[in-house]
């Protein structure tokens, strides 16, 4: 487990604008505010990722994240309780585009991640997040893992140690609130048949 430390050094970062590599329930990631234009465009600039690719926001705790989405209806609300927190990023459907430089060419669509517990749990802050790979390359496991070249521009490096290394699986939770519509766009961590499970309420 990281050091309470750790987790300040990590907000303090994200506050400052700063683009922190770090410890996420699947693989490592790369983070930042999600509203500050510079600390975008820096992280995508690490990444080698096309600026109209969309990312996701990351909350360390539901809570924060149901309330800064106060538009969602009360059965998606129910559906990400079963989901999150997990291995699981969520797509929903975003009419007031809330943290639209995560969303790239479709503000109406918000990629939401809610990680399971680990060595950030706790966290105060939201950030933009995106798997610290180049773009292209593998999801890193391992801080060994993560290209030189991405360590050496974040401002902050957290070391989690080895991670599982299999990536978040994405739902897609658009249709859910009036339909009870969903599907897997990339399975993942999680499985078809869990996620399945969850939203059927069992």
Known sequence: ?????????????????????????????????????????????????????????MFFVLEPALAALPELGARTREGLGRLLPGAVTVLLANPARRFALACGPDPSTLGLRVPAPGPLAGVAVSVLQSSANRSGCSDPRTLDEVAPTVRDGADLVVDGGPLPGRPSTVVDLRGYECGGEWSVLREGAVARDEIAAALRGR
């Open 1 to 57: 487990m990281l050091a309470v430390a750790d987790a300040q050094a990590f907000e303090r970062c994200i506050a400052a604008g700063g683009v922190a590599v770090f410890p996420a329930d699947t693989v490592y990631g790369l983070a930042c505010d999600p509203r500050s234009a510079e600390a975008v465009r820096r992280l995508y600039e690490l990444k080698g990722r096309p600026a109209d690719k969309p990312a996701a926001v």
